[in-house]
């Protein structure tokens, strides 16, 4: 979802915007996607056009979808979606950070049971292939608002956040192996650039291609790391 800051408001709209209404109209909307008012918590209605909209991005692209075609597509009317994000790309903004919380948290749970940076390494990549789906939607809709003409600075920092924290998680475990021993001395920060690129290739390639054999894919760019790393599982 959207960073603290703007999830908050996002709720408290939410809640302004729900708070009495039982009439026909609000509960058809609510129903439309899945939520009832009153029954469920606001967030989870925001949540819900988050989803929506993010599927529908990644279907056909931040340019020529509309306001109008998420609310078909959810049921419910464009005031609305207006009132809780505010204008279209403020809504793709909290697609983005909904997809790169997802994945994140996803790899922390992963993340949990791991301790040795070779470990740490390969939960990150196998969360790739894990949530194949999600990241290559995400990796899709970013190439489609790059090339759109249309740049916004709170997306494109979100769109950066992924590729930050990645670098962090990764880097550091590089580091670590490294003064651990485990691993060859190298650049950790070029090591990570090259893991991550290789990663966007893979995942691009594996949306081109359904036929790609994703895990295999991984795997291989495994391998490549841990013979640049000199380590030996």
């Given at each position: 979802m959207a960073r603290a800051g703007s999830q908050a408001t996002t709720v408290a709209r939410a809640r302004r915007a729900t708070k009495g209404r039982t009439s026909g109209t609000s509960r058809d909307a609510a129903g439309a996607i899945g939520l009832v008012i009153g029954e469920d918590p606001p967030a989870d209605r925001a949540e819900a056009l988050v989803v929506?909209?993010?599927?529908?991005f990644a279907e056909r692209n931040f340019a020529s979808v509309t306001i109008k075609d998420i609310a078909a597509t959810t049921g419910v009317n464009t005031a609305l979606i207006y009132y809780y994000f505010?204008?279209?790309?403020?809504?793709f903004r909290a697609?983005?950070?909904?997809?790169?919380?997802?994945a994140f948290r996803h790899f922390r749970t992963l993340r949990a049971g791991l301790t040795s940076p070779p470990e740490i390494i390969a939960g990150w990549l196998e969360n790739h292939v894990r949530l194949g789906d999600l990241i290559r939607k995400l990796v899709k809709i970013s190439l489609d608002y790059a090339s759109s003409g249309r740049r916004v600075a709170s997306i494109d920092r979100s769109i950066r956040r992924f590729y930050d924290d990645e670098a962090s998680a990764v880097s550091d475990a590089i580091l670590a192996g490294i003064e651990q021993g485990i691993f060859r001395p190298v650049d950790p920060v070029k090591?990570?650039?090259?893991?991550?690129?290789?990663l966007?290739?893979?995942?691009?390639?594996?949306?081109i291609f359904p036929d790609v054999d994703l895990a295999g894919a991984v795997a291989d760019l495994q391998a490549l790391v841990w013979a640049q790393?000199?380590?030996?599982?």
């Open positions: 929506a909209a993010f599927a529908l505010g204008s279209k790309e403020e809504l697609t983005i950070e909904h997809a790169v919380d997802r090591l990570t650039a090259f893991i991550s690129t290789h966007d290739g893979v995942m691009v390639r594996s949306a790393l000199d380590y030996r599982p």
